[in-house]
């Protein structure tokens, strides 16, 4: 199983509004932030990770929340919905809580023989509560409102549509490991057996739906989950022979990362489980102080002075 690619690692979405997009994950969706740090590339923006209690690869959903981007659509080249899976019996509760909150979602509906609720952020982004076939053993991060019976256990799957899914397949199949599992109308579902949850990969095809807009509801990229940076290098060279560009390792101080467009159009990262969220936080508080790198900590003051307040 090591040497395989072990599901998802984490999933990343833009968003307009910080604050907004925080309370609705933490408290209407009931994840743990695990870390609370700034966009590598652009500090004056955050860069929020939610999770489970520790952030295990497979929970994490992650976004930079650009003030301002505007509104972003879905569209093909693009992942356009994520799967979290929760207890069987808890769609009720989740219907009923999205109404309370003035959640934007669907009826409930079954695809693949799962039960789905389908629902989206204040952004827009398009999500699914998911009741898995197969048992999800996964310890939920619970609050006080959101308890064991009820919460979401990590990623179930994510959908990507695809003007063709041809080359896409062939990435998950060939190099990923991933299986063809079955079709259902115009949706492909792939699946690994190198890890239990967060295994699924649906491909859409959607000939005729024109391109999406990245902003504000839509997801930047999709990271699998490789156990350590030798894998990652090992994959890297996989990737590379196929004629496929990929960049150089990246630090991305929670994991090591490479980035690389897969031909569909969707930006896939292959990210490592080491080190991890608690490598300058201890579980307990993870998530609780703005974390900066190493480059940014001498401007702390002025960043902070920029991001918007959370409280
Ligand atoms: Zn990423």
Do not use: C
Not at 210 to 224: K, L
Not at 274 to 281: A, L, Q, S
């Amino acid at each position: 199983m090591e040497n395989r690619i072990l599901g998802l690692h984490h999933i990343t979405a833009i968003a307009g509004n910080a604050k907004e997009n925080f309370d609705f994950y933490t408290k209407v969706l009931g994840l743990r932030m695990v870390k609370k740090t700034v966009n590598f590339d652009d500090p004056g923006t955050y860069h929020f990770y939610f999770g489970d209690e520790v952030g295990t690869p497979g929970s994490i959903l992650t976004f930079f929340p650009w003030e301002g981007i505007g509104q972003g659509y879905t569209g093909t080249g693009m992942a356009t919905n994520i799967g979290y899976s929760v207890p069987e019996g808890s769609l009720g509760f989740w219907a009923e809580r999205f109404k309370q909150f003035n959640v934007r979602h669907e009826d409930t509906l079954e695809r693949f023989g799962e039960q789905i609720l389908p629902f989206q952020d204040p952004d827009g982004l398009k999500l699914d509560l998911i009741v898995p076939s197969d048992s999800d053993n996964r310890k939920p991060w619970v609050t006080s409102e959101v308890n064991e019976q009820v919460a979401t256990k990590g990623f179930h799957s994510i959908t990507l549509t695809l003007k063709n899914i041809k080359a896409t397949a062939t990435i998950l199949t060939d190099i990923f490991g991933y299986k063809l599992l079955k079709q259902e109308g115009d949706t492909y579902r792939f699946i690994t057996d190198a890890i239990k949850n967060a295994a699924v990969v649906d491909l859409i095809e959607a000939p005729n739906t024109p391109p999406g807009r990245g902003a504000a509801g839509t997801n930047h990229h999709v990271a699998f989950r490789v156990k350590d940076d030798n894998m990652l290098m090992e994959y890297r060279e996989k990737i590379a022979v196929k004629g496929l560009s990929i960049t150089p390792k990246i630090d991305r101080d929670y994991f090591f990362s490479l980035y690389f467009r897969e031909p569909g159009g969707v930006l896939f990262e292959l990210a490592t489980d080491n080190p991890g969220f608690t490598r300058d936080e201890p579980v307990d508080q993870l998530g609780s102080r703005l974390k900066l790198p190493k480059q940014y900590e001498g401007s702390r003051a002025e960043i902070e002075k920029v991001l918007p307040r959370l409280d």
